[in-house]
């Protein structure tokens, strides 16, 4: 056999194998990177054409995956979703709703696009959005986080914190924040200084001693007592704030506790 012979039956040998398996241009299943069952089950309804794969084009025309588990739907007893493995076939995700599932991590360093996340009442230790620089909404109460760093969410709107373990928050570098709630945590000292587009700071039930509110000018909703100290908490309203404290928020019962400082 000569060398030309040789190469064309290397060729056919080629075309052969890539008739067998589809061919290079074949669409991959990317279904099959998804583990969890309940969540693959959620995702067939982005198959768009019904053939049983999940194509590249069909996960970037999906921009919302909301798989939170309502009351209701737990009381009937729904499935729940333990890991989210997967979640990076869909890079054009803005929003992510996945609230009251099983899930004890979540890796969403390649949804760079997510506005809004969602994950309430889950078992996370962690949670990495250091990738997220676009979330506006973050909401990640009642899980097992002890710490959260936020320093790379810039844009961030709405921040909810509540009934964690963390001991401490730095939200300096979150200048646009106008809600920030993080009731019932562990956290001894809070600097809002720098938040001066505040309107809402729910920060009751933890362990402060002291919070200054002088530079939170645009302030209107505050709940800052019940702190699980042995002393009332001293707060630093400032000039702005004053009539705003004297006339409506000490009265609020989730103040209670609360004394001007000296």
């Known amino acids: 056999m000569n060398m030309k012979k040789m190469l064309f039956a290397a060729l056919a040998l080629v075309m052969l194998a890539a008739c067998k398996d589809g061919g290079s241009d074949s669409p991959k299943n990317l279904l099959d990177k998804i583990t969890d069952p309940v969540f693959k089950e959620y995702c067939t309804r982005f198959d768009i054409d019904r053939n049983g794969v999940l194509t590249s084009g069909e996960t970037k025309s999906v921009s919302q995956i909301n798989v939170t588990i309502t009351i209701d739907e737990e009381a ?11 979640i990076d076939i869909f890079t054009e995700l ?5 609230e009251n599932n099983n899930l004890s991590s979540i890796d969403l360093s390649k949804n760079t696009k997510l506005t809004q996340l969602g ?10 959005v250091s ?33 964690c373990n963390v001991s401490a928050i730095d939200i300096s570098k979150n200048t646009a924040l106008e809600s920030f709630y993080c009731v019932g945590n ?27 509110i002088s530079k939170n000018t645009a302030l209107e909703v505050l709940y800052c ?12 309203p400032g000039e702005a704030n004053m009539s705003k404290w ?9 103040n209670t506790g609360v004394v001007l400082a000296e």
């Open 246 to 254: 004297e006339n409506t928020w000490r009265s609020e019962g989730l």
């Open 119 to 128: 994950c309430d009442r889950n078992h996370l230790s962690s949670l990495d």
């Open 186 to 212: 562990e956290i001894s000292t809070l600097d809002v200084s720098k938040n001066t587009l505040l309107k809402a700071l729910s920060c009751f039930a933890n362990k402060l001693s002291a919070l200054d």
């Open 94 to 98: 803005t929003s992510l709703r996945c």
């Open 76 to 86: 009937a007893g729904a499935p729940k979703i333990s890991s989210l493995k997967g």
């Open 131 to 163: 990738k997220n620089m676009a979330l506006t909404i973050l909401q990640c109460s009642t899980n097992e986080l002890t710490s959260l760093d936020v320093s790379n969410n810039i844009n961030l709107k709405t921040l909810t914190l509540s009934y």
């Open 225 to 236: 007592g019940e702190q699980n100290t042995s002393a009332d908490l001293a707060l630093t």
